[in-house]
């Protein structure tokens, strides 16, 4: 028996959209223009998306498990997960499914899953849409339809979406000839945490980058010039294939030295074919390493970034760095800036490899004596 | 608890037969109202059951009616069918002084109603109810395809909405170019 739904006042309706699972307002959303503005009726909630374009593979997602990184659109708040799959068969098309075990550690409680027509950005726009979503926890694309990537640019633009991390996925070369259009809207766009570019552009062009998320990571970075670095304040740089010298290196280490500049930094890792032993950084000829155990920067137990054997630089306000440069067959630079509150050197005592913070004190004495005791376990004679 | 019976007016309504009471009646006499809808028969309904509904019950709150008044004056919801009206007071006089069970099995099951049925609970306010309604509205969709929702849900396409919106702008026009003749014809 048919209800003509939409003649039922607005907040009668938002009562309904309420008790709709996501899949079903996405179908609902696929009936007309007036049903895709109405679902919002329901009520706004904190959704979150994740899109995956491009092929599956196997990636790393925040130095813990291996996830299985497949072309799909995720949505979740809380512990409530909906996956948006392509169908492997046009009668499979909007079968929806619950999946009670999660595949990785990202679906711990399991998941429901629908089997849409296409995985790509109109699906991807039309989420944005419908459910008002402000945050994009991630968003991994290819640059091989600039008019695809302008529409979604123009959403996620004009709303002032963010994106907590970006990463476009390499693409054979001579397909994303357009490659330099996309980097004027990228800069528009609010990433905060993550910028990951695989993609490997012709070399004719001049590419800026001018948003400064959190970590940036360019796998072929001949195009990330001195000054994208000078001016740079994102807190983790990570630039493979560069074309930066020593030249270069010394020049931004020129400007790190001063107080005040590059207040964000906390790891630098260059990999450039031109280091060389030819000219000096930081007055000392490459390669610049000292024997020295492992410093590590933290996020509780989980390390972030780690560099061993480095030389101690100390920029004019005291903030300490430690600075490698190997040469060889990949010449690399390694750089971390110390901050008492994350960082740990790592020592060599006679009861193996141990680790301290830098510099950080700690009133042992307020532990409780058990504690105490568990400590002193672990301390050598000399120590005690 | 409930009974119906054909009135004439709202103003006299014919005296309702009232069904037995249960066992266990409370001490305090209670009081009762009367409700009728487009057809109205009269209903004759507890004010403990009226409780649901947060219009009727905002309503009685502060009448402070004798039986013979409530009788004489009985609340007039004439945008409510009778029999819809009848299937909300039923379920008021179950869940009378209890809440709704969340696999609630007294619930009206006629789908042909379920429209009417949506509006008049969520005119009368009564919030159980029509959580319960809005479900049921819901789970119609469930696991269709957009073209089966359209269907369910009678969603006119892009196109008819186009069509209907030019033609209110047009309904509109006529009828603006109308009072303004007529005003101009007034003015004469």
């Known amino acids: ?59 790393y997602v925040n130095g813990l498990h291996y996830n299985y990184d497949k072309n799909e659109v995720v949505l979740y708040v809380d512990n409530l997960i909906y996956i948006f799959e392509k169908a492997a068969k046009p009668e499979d098309v909007f079968i929806t499914e619950h999946v009670g075990r999660g595949r990785n550690h990202f679906q711990p409680e399991g998941y429901m899953s629908i089997q849409c027509p296409d995985i790509d950005l109109e699906l991807f726009s039309n989420l944005l849409v419908t459910f008002g979503i402000s945050i994009v926890d991630r968003l991994k694309i290819d640059f091989r339809s600039f008019e695809s990537f302008s529409n979604i640019a123009d959403i996620l633009i004009g709303r002032n979406i963010e994106i907590k991390e970006f990463c476009v996925e390499e693409a054979e070369t001579r397909k994303v000839i357009d490659a330099v259009n996309y980097m004027p809207l990228i800069n528009q766009m609010n990433i905060t945490q993550r910028f990951e570019c695989q993609q490997r552009f012709l070399r004719r062009y001049n590419y800026q980058l001018d948003t400064f998320p959190n970590k940036i990571i360019i796998n072929w970075s001949f195009w990330f010039n001195i000054d994208q670095l000078l001016n740079n304040r994102s807190a983790r740089i990570k630039l493979w294939e560069s074309k930066l010298s020593n030249q270069d290196i010394n020049m931004f280490f020129e400007k790190w030295k001063k107080a005040g500049t590059f207040p964000n930094l906390r790891y630098l890792e260059i990999d450039s074919i031109k280091f060389d032993n030819k000219s000096p950084i930081l007055e000392m000829i490459p390669p610049i390493e000292q024997k020295r155990p492992r410093i590590e920067i933290r996020d509780g137990r989980n390390v972030i970034e780690g560099i061993t054997d480095a030389v101690q630089v100390t920029k004019d306000d005291g903030t300490v760095g430690y600075l490698r440069v190997e040469l060889g067959t990949n010449p690399r630079l390694y750089f971390l800036v110390a901050n008492p509150a994350d960082t740990v050197r790592y020592r060599h005592g006679r009861s193996g490899m141990t680790c301290d913070l830098l510099q950080m004190p700690i009133a042992l004495l307020k532990f409780p004596t058990d504690l105490l005791r568990d400590v002193f376990k672990f301390c050598d004679p000399f120590e005690l | ?36 809808g487009k057809d109205k028969v009269v209903h004759k309904v507890s004010a403990g059951a009226l409780q649901h509904s947060a219009l009727i019950h905002g309503m009685i709150s502060n009448l402070g009616y004798t039986e013979e008044q409530a009788k004489a004056n009985p609340f007039p919801f004439e945008n409510i069918d009778g029999d819809i009206l009848q299937m909300v007071v039923d379920w008021c006089n179950q869940h009378k002084g209890k809440p709704t069970p969340p696999e609630d099995t007294n619930l009206p099951k006629q789908k042909e109603k379920l429209f009417d049925l949506v509006l008049a609970v969520n005119y009368l ?35 008819e909405d186009e069509a209907a919106e030019k033609e209110a702008k047009k309904r509109a026009g006529k009828e603006a170019a109308g009072e303004t003749a007529a005003a101009a014809g007034d003015a004469k």
């Not at chain 1, 009668?12 to 696929?30: A, I, M, Q």
């Open chain 2, 125 to 159: 306010e009564i919030k159980e109810l029509l959580t319960y309604c809005c479900k049921q509205v819901a789970m119609m969709v469930k696991g269709k395809s957009p073209e089966e929702i359209r269907e369910i849900w009678m969603i006119p396409t892009d196109a």
């Open chain 1, 1 to 59: 028996m048919p209800i003509a739904l939409l003649k039922f006042p607005t907040d009668l309706l938002g009562d309904v959209f309420k008790l709709c699972d996501p899949f079903e307002l996405y179908k609902l959303s696929k009936c007309s223009k007036r049903t895709q503005r109405s679902i919002m009726l329901g009520g706004r909630k904190n959704w979150k998306i994740r899109f995956n374009a491009g092929s599956s593979k196997k990636v």
């Open chain 2, 1 to 36: 608890m409930s009974s119906t019976e054909q009135g004439t007016s709202s103003a006299a309504p014919a005296e309702p037969t009232t069904a037995p009471e249960s066992a266990a009646a409370p001490e305090v006499p209670e009081s009762f109202y009367y409700v009728h």
